[in-house]
Structures are given as structure tokens and as C-alpha cells.
């Protein structure tokens, strides 16, 4: 797993930091990518340009933008997100869902809310958890993992 440093921390700002990284560790075959939010946004719009480097996307309280529709597209995904997200809102995410791909898997993790992904703190307009983070990060990780073993086979 790599975590780039991107601009200002907003990888929407260097969304071509995982072709660095892709490049430095060319011996790795098979590339997923995804990222929390922004970070989501940046992943998807990074795997539809370049189809034949990424896997699969993992979305973390994210969705692709209009931009970046995979419906048409045989890759991988997975969108988890938050019953009480305030900012990718259960709304958002059934609205968003038709530029995922086929192959895609929602889960939405009870409880769970936006900044628990990233676990940086009360977030504005984001909604109270009703879980603890480490319940969603714990969730989460599972979640990910088993999808992983399914797609990576």
C-alpha cells in the first residue's frame, strides 16, 4: 500500500501522483486505487484515464463524478460509505451509482459516518457516528480485504 504526499493534502490537486508511484514499483502487476472523499474523486478520474494500469477503485465515502462514468466498463469497484455521512450522503451515493461499473459492490457500513474514514477529527456538516471510528475502521478493513481476495483471484 502507498499513500502519496500531494499538494496542500488535496489529491485533487496531483491526481497523477500514483503514476510516480506505479513507475517506482514497476515490478508490482496489479494496481487498485481509491481514496477517501476528494480522494475517491481523484482515484476514479486517475483509473479512467489510464485503464490498463489500474485494477480496480476503492471508494471511501466517495463516487465518481460525470466525468468519469464506468458503466461501461468491465473494472472492479468498491463503494463503501456511511449510513449518517453528512457530506457523501446515502442520497449522493444511490444518485451516483449508475457511472460505477458493473462489476461494482456497494456496502454501507451502519453507523458509520464521513471523517470516520479518515480519522481526522469532527468534520463540518458531516453527521454524528454512532459507532466508534475504530468499529468503522475495523469494518472497513474487512469489508476491503475480503472484496480484494474476490477480485484478485
Known sequence: MAIPHVLL???IFDQ????DIIEKYDDIKGWYIGGHSLGGVSAASYAYKH????N????LGSYPTENDDFSEKE???LSLYGELDGLSTKKKI?????LLSKDAVVHEIKGGNHAQFGLYGKQKGDNKATITPKQQQDEMVRVTKEWLQKVSI
Open 94 to 98: 444511490a444518485q451516483t451509482n449508475h
Open 56 to 59: 480496480g477503485v476503492i471508494f
Open 16 to 19: 497523477n501522483r500514483a503514476k
Open 75 to 77: 473494472l472492479p469497484m
Open 9 to 11: 493534502n488535496f489529491s
Open 51 to 54: 485503464p490498463k494500469e489500474i
